[in-house]
């Protein structure tokens, strides 16, 4: 059952299926141009609209005779070349066509959707591509973006790599729960800090429980687009993936390659008496490759390692940590809440500034700990919270006082950003504030805001540009080395 209000959405994947059986078996004939392979290519721009554009990385052994797997990427702020660089290698190394949206960004699902829409039928026309091998990938809300074209499009997306994201609400009860069946393979990222983490943890565990082909990575570091090495693995794993589908022909060669780094990787870890981590490779060697090689003695491995100790409280400590993040969490936007009422107001701000010292406290420390990778999660959620609400706010609602409200909760937070604080000055200006809006422009300089151009094109700022502050604050800006 479609999800309510995506009409013109369904409309968009019904065009994308009549492709499939048109475009591609003419792309190589209707290319016009010759594009360079081996090399990223920064912008090209889609033949039938020109407002919609994407980098591009072709392998340099890409002959139009083949049928090739192509990746579908989407960033955040339309960054497409970003993730195209990220899977450059391994576009290379496995033989994949990787194209990254210049135009999808947070913001109204319709213009990614319109987005994507584009860079299907541009590619479909320009390149020779194997239906049964489309991929798309995202991160954050970029990620939400890739998997809900894969629900959306049924069975012509064959897997999705998601990036600190999982489902969009939209169509699954929450974030971290698929719809009843999913039809395409998952492969997760996410970082030890990031705010997602237990969001995507937690769709780990309920894609186990239902039987779906799935994959978490974790990695050092926050809310981003994985490491290269880790979308190096995701690419290996959806060739395995290809392999187990009858997607593509089995290459031994290639399995016990795969299958001697998985190997390799675990072992490295058990030896190192990281007996948890140890424990996951395991599992993910025995589920990945069963059905292509003899699994057996990892099989016996793992059923000891279950029973071990260290792997119970490994298990035990990641729920602790998620149930810990929530609550920090909740407690932080209680506090927020009760500041919008007189006689609670003074109370709740202490509050909220002794929790948040402390958690501040407890980020900056230099060694990796459960109590630091909570703070960081925990701080980065309320960010999130209160600043990705602002700008629904703003765009959507044209509610400009609770926005500002919120851009001052997430500057609180984010004390040393000058993109937040410039953001406050803006909402300032829209809720006719000059003042304070020319107060936080100010802040916003001294903080590193250097962008003289984006002020002056601002159009929330046109009422402030009479004023001798806002002069003085852009000559400050020139002054600067």
């Known amino acids: ?45 889609c033949k039938a609209d020109p407002l919609q554009s994407y980098a591009l990385y072709l392998p340099s052994s890409y002959t139009p005779e083949k049928r090739w797997p192509i990746l579908y990427a989407f960033d955040p702020g339309a960054a497409g070349r970003v993730p195209v660089e990220l899977f450059q290698e391994a576009a290379e190394k496995y033989g994949w066509i990787v194209v990254g949206s210049l135009n999808s960004q947070n913001g109204p699902m319709k213009g990614s959707i319109d987005a994507s829409d584009a860079l299907w039928k541009d590619t479909h026309t320009r390149f020779s591509i194997d239906d049964r091998r489309i991929y798309t990938t995202g991160f954050s809300g970029g990620a939400r973006v890739a998997v809900w074209i894969a629900y959306l499009c049924r069975n012509c997306v064959a897997g999705v790599i998601a990036c600190g994201a999982g489902f969009h609400t939209q169509i699954a009860p929450t974030t971290a729960t698929p719809p009843a069946s999913i039809s395409f393979a998952f492969f997760a990222t996410v970082g030890t800090d990031d705010f997602n983490f237990g969001e995507l943890k937690t769709l780990d565990d309920v894609l186990s429980n239902i039987g779906s082909p799935h994959r978490l990575a974790m990695f050092e570091g926050g809310h981003m687009w994985a490491p290269k090495e880790v979308l190096t693995r995701a690419l290996a794993w959806m060739e395995i993936e290809a392999m187990k589908a009858g997607r593509r022909a089995k290459d031994e060669t290639l399995i016990e390659d795969l299958w001697k780094q998985e190997t390799e990787s675990a072992r490295v870890l058990e030896a190192s008496k990281k007996t948890y981590d140890a424990y996951v490779a395991y599992r993910a060697l025995v589920v990945d490759f069963r059905s292509l090689r003899e699994t057996k003695e990892f099989e016996t491995k793992l059923a000891q390692l279950k029973e071990n100790g260290e792997v119970k409280q490994g298990l035990r400590e990641e729920r602790d940590q998620i149930r810990r993040q929530q609550e920090l969490t909740s407690q932080l936007i209680a506090f927020q809440e009760r500041r919008k009422d007189v006689e609670t107001r003074a109370l709740a701000f202490g509050e909220f500034k002794r929790v948040l010292g402390d958690l501040r406290k407890k980020s900056r420390e230099t060694i990796d700990s459960i109590e630091r990778r909570i703070a960081r999660r925990t701080l980065h959620d309320v960010f999130a919270f209160y600043y990705e609400g602002a700008g629904n706010l703003i765009q959507r609602r044209k509610d400009y006082p609770i926005a500002v409200s919120n851009l001052e909760i997430a500057s609180e937070i984010a004390e040393n950003s000058s993109q ?6 803006t909402a300032y200006a829209l809720n006719g504030e000059k003042k304070k809006a020319l107060d936080a422009l100010r802040r916003a300089v001294e903080r590193g805001f250097t962008d003289i151009a984006r002020m002056n094109a601002n159009p929330a700022l046109e ?19």
């Open 1 to 45: 059952m479609k999800p309510k209000g995506l009409k013109p959405a369904w409309a968009i994947i019904a065009a994308m299926l009549i492709l499939l059986t048109t475009a591609t078996a003419h792309g190589a004939e209707q290319a016009q141009e010759e594009i360079a392979k081996g090399r990223v290519v920064d912008k090209v721009v």
């Open 420 to 425: 937040v604080m410039f953001e406050l000055a």
């Open 463 to 481: 009422a402030l540009r009479k004023e001798s502050e806002y002069r003085k604050i852009v000559e400050s800006i020139s002054q600067k080395p």
